[in-house]
């Protein structure tokens, strides 16, 4: 499980904050009250480690952290959304949502922290645990950990999320984080070349259709997940297989998420019945292995962490070099409750409709 590395120097902002990196990649924030979140140099050298240390940063010790306070800090970092995907909701009449709340203390219902909760099944069925020696790299045989990149099906996806700790298990429930700008770095010349010319297809509809039959034995949905009008507002995307950060420079692999449903050389055309295909009957087509043939050697140690969650961490992942997966723990032992904002940004950042 990821701790600090303890062979790396820490800096010191000011006379309280450490930020201390993580191995292989992150950083680890310790010596910080929910108040110093408010203060301009602060707020400064946490987007600077954010970036240079690889898009992850934790603090650790926040337990009074509010909701505001959440949005405040999430702020340092982008925009912060305020309105879910289209049927996402468990309060359709109210579009401005902040912060979601998740776990098994979760109700469905607005509450005075400034929060929202989805409520307890709203993450789906439970991932499966990590094995006992914490190892989170893909296995194909599984398809498990569930590494992905956020929303990818929407023209804008958000560049990244905070996710604060309320209450944590004392096993099980970590996240996993991969660093896809050194897995793309470390990859061949010639493979690194070969991936620029592709693109993802992404469709939340297709996003849906897939996680119901995966929920339900392969079944079919009884009808579309989504209207002919919800399909129209959400069209299908593309997304570059290597995407370069605009502020880093630096490029990393991108392009995985439930909702790609095709890889396709850049500007290759897919016909509206393909489309209609992958949409209503949920099945990806078998360029997408490409991905996941990538996946057991880009999620090794060498690439790859876990953070387990403890009380009061408050995290801050980039969706843009960054792809994750949760892991399971036991639900009738133990209690987990965590908040959580999307960050995004105005700029279509190299994508287009197809």
Known sequence: MARPNSAAAATEVETTMAVEPMAPFGAVVTGL???????????ERLREAWLECGGLIVIRGLVDLSGPELVDFSAIFGHVEESLDVNRSAHPDDSRVLVL??????????????????????????????PPDGDCT?????????????????????????FYCKEAPPEGAGTCF????????GLPEARRQELEGLESVCSLAHHDTKLY????????????????????ANPPT????????????????SGLNSS?????????????????????????????EIWR????????????????????DLACWDNRCLIHAGTGFDRERYVREMWRTVITESTDDERSRL
């Open 101 to 130: 709340r998740t776990g098994t203390t979760a109700e469905p219902g607005d509450d005075n922290m400034g929060t929202k909760s989805l409520g307890k099944d709203a993450t789906g069925s439970m991932p499966p645990p990590l």
């Open 238 to 253: 593309r997304c570059p297989l290597v995407l370069r950060h605009p502020h880093t420079g630096r490029k990393a692999l």
């Open 33 to 43: 009250s929910e108040s110093d979140l408010r203060d301009a140099a602060v707020q």
């Open 260 to 288: 790609t449903c095709r890889i396709v050389p850049t500007g290759h055309p897919v016909s509206a019945e393909e489309i209609e295909e992958y949409e209503l009957g949920g099945k990806e087509h078998p360029s997408v």
């Open 178 to 185: 991969a660093d896809m700008a050194a897995a793309y770095a």
């Open 293 to 312: 043939t990538m996946l057991p050697e880009v999620t090794t140690r060498e690439f790859a962490l876990v953070w387990q969650w403890e009380a009061g």
């Open 138 to 162: 893909y296995n194909p045989a599984t398809r498990q950990p569930v590494w992905h990149t956020d929303s990818l099906y929407r023209k804008s996806p958000p560049i990244g999320s905070a």
């Open 213 to 232: 039959r995966l929920y339900h034995n392969d079944q079919l949905p009884p009808e579309p997940l989504l209207s002919e009008e919800q399909r129209a």
